[in-house]
């Protein structure tokens, strides 16, 4: 028996096993599954819902940090962790028994699964790594630099998008740039301009955002990439916020390299994010976490994914994760997000002591909308929120209270975050 097949057989038979130091206080049965096929409109989406474990009274309205796994995702990773540590001793390393390590293999089904859904011309231009951060950090240590060359980021970087910026900045003694987006942004021209404005005959790199975190404005990343290349920049793309809460088409985009942390909109288990670069360039990229494949010229993709020992379950949860969002359809999913998000921005607009420091511009807005109230700090509605409903935004701090609106939740949540803002 192969890995593979064996790693289904024992994921199945280790669902019948003892969960050990878990009791149950009396046996309950499950309602019959829903036909999510019958349904439509708000329907629908009330009833899938159920597919996600948390109570049924409580909104989770912060993905932007962390995504909330479907009940499939979590059975996945838990009934694979345990099927391995149960048949550990069948693994005899010859192709035998379960697979144990994540950080050797290929996975090549699941990278052309991947490839597909962000539209890579290759599964082998399609690494997997642990987070955006890691996918930042290989291209900004592994590029080769010379003495002058200039990088541009945004002011409103996540620290996982400019520390290796700034790292290498410092290191080689090189010009590290920011451009200024306006808060909030409402023109994509404006944008393209502040970084443009930057741009020399030194510049090598320009690395921005998909979407910021913190406002979740999308910003015009086709029109950069476009005129990027057009100057020989460098050009990668922070899509921590992106894969899974807008439409990803890398080769449209124009990027050389896009990096995405997966636990978020794509609703994977911690653990998991993807590093693209295409093919005509994957070339001048190092490897820097090096293993036995470090020198691969064949998959380069397989060359960035080998890093050593890491928890094959969450792989397994991954896979899960990308077969649940494919089951439900990218459109689909993607469509909702915007169609929760503008009804949350609608919503606020008709409150008069309202300020949206996201974007409102139909292009540039989708599932985060963060938003101040005057008079009342982030923090107290946060609270406040949770007390009265037990809805659960992000605050921002002075930045504002962040809302992210996913398919796990409904308008009428909306309405009581609105009513709570009205009221409070």
């Known amino acids: 028996m192969n890995r593979r097949k064996f790693l ?7 669902a019948s096993l003892p969960l050990l130091g878990i009791s149950c206080a009396s046996e309950t049965k499950e309602p019959p599954p829903v036909d999510l096929s019958t349904l439509s409109g708000e329907d629908y989406w009330k009833a899938l819902r159920a597919e996600f474990p948390m109570p049924a009274d409580e909104a989770y309205f912060n993905t932007g940090t962390m995504g909330a796994q479907p009940t499939r995702v979590l ?8 099927g391995n540590a149960y048949n550990i001793a069948h693994c005899d390393y010859q192709g035998n028994g379960p697979l144990l390590l994540q950080g050797y293999e290929g996975f090549d089904g699941l990278r052309a699964k991947i490839a597909q859904l962000i539209n890579a011309s290759d599964f082998k231009e399609i690494a997997l790594t642990q987070n955006a951060t890691m996918g930042m950090n290989y291209i900004s240590n592994g590029l080769d630099f010379q003495p002058g060359d200039e990088f541009i980021n945004t002011d409103q970087e996540h620290g996982g ?9 410092k290191r080689y003694g090189l010009e590290y740039k920011e ?3 306006p808060i909030p942004a409402n023109d994509p021209q404006e944008i393209f301009d502040n970084i443009f404005a930057m741009v020399t005959p030194k510049t090598r790199v320009i690395a921005v955002p998909h979407i910021l975190s913190t406002f979740g404005v999308v910003l015009p990343v086709k029109q950069i990439c476009q005129e990027a290349r057009k100057r020989g920049i460098f050009t990668i793309i922070d899509g921590a ?23 978020k909109w794509l609703l994977a288990p911690a653990g998991n994010g993807i590093l693209y670069i295409r093919n005509e360039v994957v070339g001048e990229v190092w490897t820097v976490a090096a293993s036995y494949q470090w ?9 960035l994914t080998q890093r050593g020992t890491g928890n094959v379950s969450l792989i397994v949860g991954l896979e899960a994760a990308v077969d649940f969002h494919n089951e439900i359809g990218s459109k689909k999913v993607i469509s909702r997000v915007k169609e929760l998000g503008d009804y949350l921005r609608a919503g606020l607009q008709e409150i008069d002591k309202v300020k949206i420091m996201s974007s409102v511009h139909p292009e540039m807005c989708a599932g985060i909308t963060t938003y101040l109230v005057d008079g009342i700090s982030s923090e107290d509605l946060q609270n406040e929120m949770w007390k009265r409903y037990k809805l659960q935004p992000r605050s921002s701090g002075d930045n504002g209270l962040r809302h992210s609106t996913h398919i796990y939740n409904q308008k009428e949540e909306i309405d009581k975050a609105l009513e709570v803002i009205r009221t409070a």
């Open 75 to 82: 059975d996945a990773v838990l009934e694979n962790m345990r």
């Open 295 to 303: 020198d691969n010229e064949e998959d380069h993709g397989l060359r």
């Open 161 to 169: 998008g400019f520390g290796g910026w700034r790292t290498a900045a």
């Open 179 to 181: 451009a200024h987006i």
């Open 8 to 14: 289904n057989h024992s994921t199945v038979a280790a």
């Open 241 to 263: 916020q992106a894969v899974g809460h807008v439409n990803v088409d890398v080769q449209d985009i124009g990027c050389d390299a896009y990096y995405s942390s997966l636990h």
